[in-house]
């Protein structure tokens, strides 16, 4: 259960919109797996959760564990109850697929010129994952030589 407090807090962040999404308005992180992607983020309880499964909490209840909360309108940053939906991994991984999405687990080919890049750039690392629509992991990778070795 959401404590009232809590939920007119998380409400109050939210821009809706009478038949499109209700876009999260405050802070945003990137999903671990692929950095391209970011999520509203809530302080609460002591830790930061995804905006988008507390609004499905709110609206319906306790999420299974190991259970995700997926988005219809594949809009990340939507926190519209009647946008979302439940699923197992195996679920989301099929969404992902049927809304034509890359797998977020196979790297991207870089050009030797990008790889250059990527190692001569003072920016900080998340800041080049989402320039390349890659993973902070993969651009880490790219600058301490662990992937394309070859290239100087």
């Not at 919109?17 to 308005?25: R, S």
């Not at 002591?46 to 209840?61: D, M």
């Not at 197992?88 to 010129?113: C, F, H, M, Q, Y």
């Not at 990527?118 to 920016?123: E, F, G, V």
Request: net charge positive; hydrophobic share 35%.
């Amino acid at each position: 259960m959401i404590d009232a407090a809590i939920e007119d807090r998380f409400w109050s962040k939210v821009r809706r919109h009478p038949t499109d999404c209700w876009e999260w308005a405050a802070a945003r992180n990137y999903k671990k797996k692929n950095s391209a992607v970011w999520y509203g983020a809530f302080r609460a309880w002591g830790s930061t959760v995804e905006a988008h499964r507390l609004a499905w909490e709110s609206a319906e209840g306790p999420i299974p564990k190991g259970i995700h909360v997926l988005h219809r309108c594949d809009n990340p940053g939507c926190v519209r109850p009647s946008h979302l939906f439940l699923g197992t991994n195996a679920d989301n991984i099929e969404d992902r697929k049927s809304k034509g999405r890359p797998d977020p687990g196979v790297p991207k080919k870089l050009t030797a010129e990008k790889v250059r890049d990527i190692r001569a750039s003072t920016m900080k690392q998340r800041d080049i994952a989402k320039q390349y629509g890659m993973s902070q992991a993969s651009i880490w990778a790219v600058r301490a030589r662990r992937t394309y070795r070859e290239i100087e």
